[in-house]
């Protein structure tokens, strides 16, 4: 039985209370959110971004075709170009299956050409049944200029192929071909945004994650280049895209930055959610403790953050200001939260530089509110010393991430009803139940009724991570999946969507009684992220179907990054829990061994008490 008391006083709910959380992994930008239909684009693929790239990546090339990087490049930036021979052809194939068109859509081709005497390119658009399209040829004459053409699909394929074609010697580079029907007109895939847009966000986490708190902020380098995995920095990301110079992302692939800062902060508007940045602290999260990088490097970062905040508020006669609207938006973006950092797990040297961040940004924009971290655990010592540290010094707010099974979020509802009322605010910047079934989705509202009664300390919450290219997957569960011309909602979705589109103004007290005990593992997924994993289970074993050990106690063996998608069934054995049968869908990828490997797999593991 449920007893509302209806004259309560209950926390008042925010409307930015529920958000998302956009990371860059499983292609969620480049093959996902970001309408780009060519991969590999400008040529810039590399080893250092993964061990299986070449500039030709996704390309098939006929006749004399050869990436170049020297000084006759596009610009600085954008190092390599290829070289195209008389009578010679290049191909790309996309992003999954190929290339997907639309009957009837139109879509819109560009690249930057030189060539030394006036050389016509034929530009098709095909698949195996022949042309999608009528061809289309461009004239390229002298130095480096851009040339475009527009074609209209006169069928409808997902395993579309793009060709370009030289009768005479031509540079090419910026390879492009964009659907003309964006969201908003702004360059993202339309259904895709339209789905997240559907949730009414309250706020936009971006860019991640891992993806921001790893390498080096050594940046580019006029005389040297720039280093191929560098950290990401948001001065990469803006102005023209083809002077943003692509990087190797924290998630083993290439990042063109086609979709960047501006892009994210105009998403965020588009969608009326409040932009949410997190910047790089300089101390490796994501398991790599290590701090990076010496002090005028932080200074240097300090100060690109204050920039940041310019780009995102300032007037158009500031420095930053101005690049902002000369991109077409003269009006501030309203940034008022600003992150900084990302599952430290060192907590002191975090705190050190995250002090400094703190102390920068209030002196000059006072009315920002300065994000810090509570390590990637929900509990256990790293986690207790950042709260404290947080705490003494007195942070507006910490971002707490979590993975775990569905019983621990039933489990744990109550979780912040213990919460200091004048400490710092809570922002639940990740959290999943380790599957995408009904009853992970279950779980997750019923924990959400959790956070929402305490929305006087939670104060914005997103589930995470949002997107998912079916074939290009690294983390398991996701909001939102797609290939390359469909996208759908997990059960998960529904829920987000469920609370973000129906946010109270405040909460009804109430009371039930004869809730059943919970008793025994629920089947579905025990959340064994290798955080989550340290957090709340001891004495951890995954065996594969042979009995080799791929993941021992102390994290030793194979796995650097664990997920899985739940399925087997749950029992109890002599104290311990026991997934068997797991389902190939059960994945493990280390840092090393880019490839993805199933394995049927036998999961032991003690709960930790009081978890
Ligand atoms: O959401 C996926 C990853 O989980 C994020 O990059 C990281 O912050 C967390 O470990």
């Keep these: 039985a449920i007893a509302v008391d209806p004259k309560g006083s209950g926390a008042k709910i925010d409307d930015t209370m529920y958000g998302v959380f956009f990371e860059d992994i499983n292609r969620a930008a480049d093959g996902g959110l970001y309408a780009e239909l060519v991969q590999n684009r400008s040529f810039e693929y590399a080893t250092a971004d993964n061990t299986s790239y070449t500039p030709l990546t996704s390309w098939n090339t006929s006749g004399t075709a050869d990436v170049v990087s020297d000084d006759g490049r596009l610009n600085a930036r954008n190092r390599s170009y290829l070289a195209l021979g008389g009578d010679s052809s290049v191909t790309n194939s996309g992003y999954n299956t190929g290339i997907a068109v639309e009957s009837g859509k139109v879509y819109d081709f560009s690249v930057w050409a030189r060539a030394d005497q006036a050389d016509p390119l034929s530009v098709t658009l095909h698949d195996t049944d022949g042309d ?32 370009v074609a030289a009768a005479g010697a031509v540079a090419l580079d910026m390879v492009s071909l964009i659907p003309h029907d964006t969201y908003m007109g702004h360059g993202l895939r339309k259904d895709l945004a339209e789905k997240i847009a559907a949730l009414h966000p309250g706020f936009v986490r971006f860019p991640g994650g891992c993806l921001v708190n790893t390498g080096s902020m050594r940046g580019y380098d006029e005389a040297s280049g720039y280093e191929r995995k560098r950290s990401y920095q948001w001065k990469d990301t803006i102005g023209p895209v083809e002077q943003r110079a692509t990087n190797a992302n924290f998630w083993g692939y290439n990042q063109s930055y086609g979709l960047g800062y501006y892009e994210y902060f105009q998403f965020a508007e588009d969608t009326g959610a409040m932009p949410l940045p997190v910047v790089p602290a300089l101390v490796t999260g994501c398991g790599q403790n290590k701090a990076v990088d010496d002090d005028a490097l932080l200074e240097r970062h300090i100060q690109d953050t204050l920039d940041l905040i310019e780009f995102a508020n300032g007037p158009v ?29 060192l907590p002191d040297e975090f705190f050190a530089r995250f002090t400094r961040f703190r102390a920068a940004i209030e002196a000059k924009y006072p009315d920002v509110t300065v994000i810090s971290n509570a390590g990637p655990d ?31 979020f039933l489990q744990n509802n109550d979780r912040y009803d213990a919460y200091d009322r004048n400490g710092p605010k809570v922002f639940l910047g990740e959290y999943a139940s380790g599957g995408n079934t009904f009853k992970n989705a279950l779980a997750e509202a019923a924990y959400m009724t959790g956070l929402e009664r305490n929305a006087d300390v939670v104060k914005l919450a997103s589930y995470a991570p949002l997107l998912a290219n079916e074939d290009y997957v690294q983390w398991r569960p996701d909001m939102i999946w797609f290939d390359n011309h469909a996208s759908w909602g997990s059960a998960d979705y529904e829920v987000q969507k469920l609370f973000m589109t129906n ?29 989550a994993t340290t957090a709340a289970y001891d004495d951890v074993r995954v065996t594969g179907e042979d009995g080799t050990t791929l993941l021992g106690d102390d994290f030793s063996g194979d796995a650097s990054r664990w997920t899985h998608t739940g399925g087997g069934s749950w029992s109890v054995e002599d104290g311990q829990y026991v997934q068997s049968d797991v389902a190939a869908e059960n994945t493990m990828v280390s840092a090393g061994d880019p490839a993805w490997h199933d394995y049927d797999l036998r999961v032991k593991a003690t709960k930790k008490s009081g978890k």
């Design 503 to 531: 946010t109270g103004d405040r909460v009804v007290p109430s009371t039930a009684s004869g809730t059943p005990a919970l008793s025994g593992p629920i089947s579905g997924a025990v959340g064994l992220s290798t955080w």
């Design 132 to 163: 999608l399209a009528r061809a289309r040829r461009v004239t390229v004459r002298g130095g480096w200029a851009k040339y475009t053409a527009r074609f209209t699909a006169g069928r409808t394929s997902t395993t579309g192929r793009l060709t």
């Design 317 to 345: 006669t500031s420095e930053w200001g101005r690049k902002r609207a000369r991109m077409g938006h003269p009006e501030p973006f309203h940034l008022t939260h600003l992150e900084v950092g990302n599952e430290e797990n």
């Design 378 to 408: 929900d509990s256990g010592p790293t986690f207790d010393t950042a709260w404290k540290l947080n705490r003494d010094a007195d942070v507006d707010m910490v971002d707490e991430h979590y993975y775990n099974s569905p019983q621990w």
